[in-house]
């Protein structure tokens, strides 16, 4: 067991002792421990107290959050869920149509059969070092499988189809063809949004190869029942001619694979934003991709990916987070993903007024991860290395901007309403139109400062007055 684990976890295990009972760590705490993971979060089940004893003893270590307690569930601290065993009786439709009951009379056989897969339905005593694996879950992690523990009873909870594909990808696991079955059998229509959300967040962003998930939404029937925007990539040639398999939903796996790569040094909120502009970026390709002069060709899928993006977006309930817009960020970068290769082709023309307008619409640090990302997605593993495309474009791009320190927001305008009043010009409509006038020769260049753009301002309203 890990050398980090709390020590609030073994003066509750051994309080539970002197009571007469056992505590045992179970879940994700123990399979990531058994996997050389430091576990985030633990999982403390309580065997032989009563509720009542349970909740007494857990209020002589501090507060308590009660986070279950018609099923005996309570948070103690920011990471530790204590609960006795229980079992779930399922009463109808939806994912969270269950009758939960604890009971500390449970076996543990009992107890852990109700868990999704056996890699989650091992426990350990934490005391004694002790692992307890009714289901060979250990010789699951070593065969590096997904299994489910009861064929009976798996299907009762639709978000484990979901969990099969986020746990496939971030452990790089299979699944065993049974729980395949079990999976594809399944209706995930009864799923709420956050639910969807919470297992796609983590397939995107706690996987070192995301595609390895995706490509299990597909092959679980997730893709036919909840996300028509990436069934419909499946078929649609990519524009560079790679391979019979080499269809822009493989294209957009890759993408998503090396947009991963580029994301560990920006806050939360924007490696949300780059995974999800990189899964979208071709939402547009299946309704504008022709064949033609012998070519494909998929002219103006960035904004015919803007509608698609923005019913996926909703579908998983996206919009902001810790203040961040995300939603509208992951539109503008799927709208404008194509610009910087844009702009190095005619980089010997391009204007930095130009970046400075394209930074009020997206971030552009952003949109380089997401462009080199889309790049580099192209190099699919069938492609000869002579042939395999660079990041050239995306690298020149981001040195542009950030040269003129556009990378992560347009330039504040110099001129402000409020300085138009102060020289005299009048409430009213044209105070707005002035400052954008001025604003506009601010991003071209031609108003350096703050001097220079009351000026600018000065002879539009003297010009006026001459009229």
Sequence with gaps: MTPHM??????????????????LLVGGCVRDSLMNIEPKDWDLEVYGIEPAALRELLETFGTINIVGEAFTVYKVGHNLDVSLPRRERKTGRGHRAFIVEGDPLMTIEEAT?????????????????????????????????????????????????????????RFEFSIEPETVALCCAIDLTDLPRERIWGEMEKLLLRARQPSIGLKWLYDLRVVDQLFPEMKALVGVPQQYEWHPEGDVDVHT???????????????????VTVMLAALCHDF??????????????????????????????????????????????????????LKPGEFYRLREEISDGAFRRLARRCELDLLYRVA???????????????????????????????????????????????????IGLKPGPRVGEITRLVYEMQLDGRVRNLGEAKEAARKMIEDEEKE
């Design 113 to 169: 059969r109700r868990r999704d897969f056996t890699i989650n339905a091992i426990l350990q005593d934490p005391l004694s070092g002790e692992v307890i694996d009714p289901f060979d879950g250990r010789g699951d992690i070593k065969r590096r499988i997904l299994r489910a523990v009861s064929t009976e009873t798996f299907a009762e909870d639709s978000l484990r189809v979901l969990r099969a594909a986020q746990f496939a990808a």
């Design 253 to 271: 796996l890759l993408t998503v694979d090396r947009a991963r790569e580029q994301i560990n040094d920006v806050p939360y909120p924007k490696q």
């Design 6 to 23: 709390p020590e609030k976890i073994l003066r509750l295990a051994r309080a539970v002792k002197r009571t007469g009972g056992r505590a």
């Design 372 to 422: 080199k990302a889309d790049s580099l997605g192209r190099n699919a593993p069938w492609v000869p290395r002579e042939r395999w495309f660079t990041a050239d474009a995306q690298d020149w791009f981001i040195r542009r901007a950030r040269e003129l320190e556009v990378e992560q927001k347009p330039p504040a305008p110099f001129l402000m309403g409020r300085h138009l009043l102060e």
């Design 284 to 337: 547009g390709k299946p309704a504008t991709t022709e064949f033609i002069e012998g070519k494909t060709r998929s002219r103006g899928h960035e904004e015919a990916g803007v509608a698609p993006t923005e019913s996926f977006l909703e579908r998983l309930n996206i919009h902001t987070l810790d203040g961040y817009d995300v939603r509208a960020q992951v539109i503008a970068l799927v709208r404008d993903h």
